[in-house]
């Protein structure tokens, strides 16, 4: 698959190229749209944009010796990772492209280069056959692989082969380290541990901030013997689960949104307590 191929994928030509790009990420940007920003300057150049950027997406930025170029001349948007409008930092753009993997995507006016699979950058690397792409845009995908697939726990054989693509040599260790490094700040973890308590398989407690709750799911939840995580926030509860538990687990939220706004896992405004005695009943554990 060479770049005329991928320029036809895209729906651009050599005029529109002559005209600024920007390639920017959904809002609150995670590494797989941090991975198609990177990308995509790195074959077509032009802008970007990384919305609220989170720690693990900073940390691949640094690593990768990125620095976001903003412009607001563009006339043609990349936009990576986005299943639906709202989830664009931008309102308006001449010509919208975007790029996604997600079992479902809700764009109506836009060029719709989709196919659904665990992460964007299995599509990226497919759609990029036969151009040499840099080590760095291969690490950023190996990065965003690992996180799509919850640190490889929901990893299919199918995943593990591009996985090995992306990795080319290097170690999994150094992905592990730019996912983790500045996740826990020691202290305060010790204490959201001491307060976690487990009713059935629901593990629940209040957590500092977000990173010691995605550090408790992806370290320690199997350890204990749990199927779902619930963690109380200022702002709620978010629910994590287990893939097996998912699908029941997105019906018990679909009644849970009658009393709260829910935004994927997490209902705003909730009761810790409340939302794990519902839990544990309407899912009959």
């Known amino acids: 698959m060479d770049s ?3 320029c036809s994928s895209f729906s651009c030509d050599s005029n529109n190229f002559l005209k600024p790009i920007l390639h920017t990420t959904h809002k609150n940007a995670d590494p797989d749209s941090f991975a198609g920003v990177l990308w995509g300057v790195n074959i077509f150049g032009g802008c970007s944009l990384v919305h609220n950027p989170s720690r693990i997406v900073r940390n691949l930025m640094e690593y990768v010796s990125f620095r976001e170029n903003i ?3 563009f006339k043609r948007v990349f936009a990576y990772d986005v299943s639906s409008p709202e989830k664009l930092p931008i309102t308006q753009a001449e010509k919208l492209v ?5 079992p479902k995507n809700s764009f109506k006016n836009a060029k719709l280069v989709w196919r659904p699979r665990a ?8 759609i990029s056959e036969g ?14 692989l690992v996180t799509d697939t919850a640190i490889l726990r929901t990893a299919s054989s199918e995943e593990l082969i591009y996985l090995s693509k992306f990795l080319k040599g290097r170690k999994l260790e150094d992905v592990f380290k730019v996912i983790f490094e500045g996740s826990v700040k ?5 204490k959201d541990l001491n307060g976690i308590k487990r009713e059935k398989s629901v593990c629940f407690g209040r957590f500092s901030n977000e990173d010691h709750f995605l550090f408790f799911c992806d370290t320690f939840m199997y350890a204990l013997g749990c199927n779902i995580v619930a963690g109380e926030f200022d702002w709620g509860v978010w629910i994590y689960a ?3 538990m998912i699908q029941p687990l997105f019906r018990v939220l679909k009644i849970l949104e009658k009393d709260f706004k829910r935004f994927g896992g997490r209902l705003i ?11 544990i009943d309407l899912l009959q554990l």
């Open 242 to 244: 287990e893939k097996k």
């Open 71 to 73: 412009c607001w001349n």
């Open 4 to 6: 005329d191929y991928i």
């Open 131 to 144: 151009l040499n792409l840099s080590e760095k845009v291969l690490f950023a995908f190996a990065v965003a």
């Open 186 to 190: 020691m202290e305060d973890f010790l």
């Open 98 to 102: 975007v790029v996604d993997h997600h």
């Open 269 to 279: 405004g909730a009761n810790l307590h409340t939302v794990v005695g519902r839990l």
């Open 119 to 126: 992460s964007l950058s299995m599509n990226l690397y497919d």
